[in-house]
């Protein structure tokens, strides 16, 4: 297993357009985490599935944004008519539940920039 | 509200000369408080869990200890290697995936 993959890892897109980010994350975990991360501040939670079900959605995470988690595989996250404000580096983790000791497993994100 | 403040924003040391980052919280029920570490371009990597006051942790140069109110992050005789952010976090309260991190401390060690 090569750990939490993200795709891709960069995207430029111009405001109004939609744009989609792929997570696969490790096998074995069944939840799958979604952040965003902007520079010089600390990952901000967006939303988390346990297998297919997304159990929990931040209030950043505004109608112009969707995640999915089909089959309780990979992840995709959509964002529709971008705005320079969603510029940002989306960080996808995956664990396993009931092994919170073990922390989350990071992807190494997708940098989005919105021009 | 639950918070995490992280302090100092930046640290810059020379190689083998030792310190400590601080990570200060408030949360209704502490679940856990977590350590990463991120390099530029890339996602956290997990360091420690802390659960409980009195609690530590090594691993190699880096000592994380837990107390009612706080956490450190003790390195000692540091290497060039060790510089990156180092990020704090812990559970919100009532969440059981929401991770509540701090702005980070940017570590640099001159050789």
């Known amino acids: 297993d090569t750990g939490v993959s993200q795709n891709p890892r960069h995207k430029i897109t111009k405001r109004g357009q939609n744009v989609t980010f792929r997570c696969d994350p490790i096998?074995?975990?069944?939840?799958l985490y979604w952040y965003r991360q902007t520079l010089g501040q600390g990952p901000e939670f967006l939303t988390y599935?346990?297998?297919?079900?997304?159990?929990?959605k931040s209030r950043l995470l505004s109608d112009r944004f969707s995640a999915e988690r089909p089959k309780g595989s990979f992840s995709t996250l959509e964002i529709q008519r971008t705005e320079q404000g969603d510029s940002a580096m989306y960080l996808c983790?995956?664990?396993?539940?009931?092994?919170?000791?073990?922390?989350?497993?990071f992807g190494s994100g997708t940098r989005l920039t919105v021009v | 509200e639950d918070q995490v403040t992280q302090s100092p924003e930046a640290l810059r040391l020379q190689e083998g000369e030792s310190s400590s980052l601080n990570c200060s919280y408030t949360?209704?029920?502490?679940?856990?408080l977590f350590w990463y570490r991120q390099d530029p371009g890339k996602g956290p990597e997990f360091l420690f869990t802390?659960?409980?006051a009195g609690e530590e942790k090594e691993k190699e140069r880096l000592k994380a200890t837990l107390t009612k109110k706080e956490s450190f992050l003790h390195i000692t005789a540091p290497k060039p290697e060790d510089s990156a952010t180092y990020l704090c976090?812990?559970?919100?309260?009532?969440?059981?995936?929401?991770?509540?991190f701090g702005k980070g401390t940017k570590l640099s060690v001159k050789p």
């Open positions: 983790a995956s664990s396993l539940r009931g092994r919170g000791a073990y922390g989350y497993t």
């Open positions: 096998s074995e975990h069944n939840r």
């Open positions: 599935f346990q297998n297919e079900a997304q159990l929990e």
């Open positions: 949360v209704s029920g502490l679940r856990g």
């Open positions: 802390l659960y409980s």
């Open positions: 976090a812990l559970p919100a309260g009532g969440s059981q995936g929401n991770l509540i």
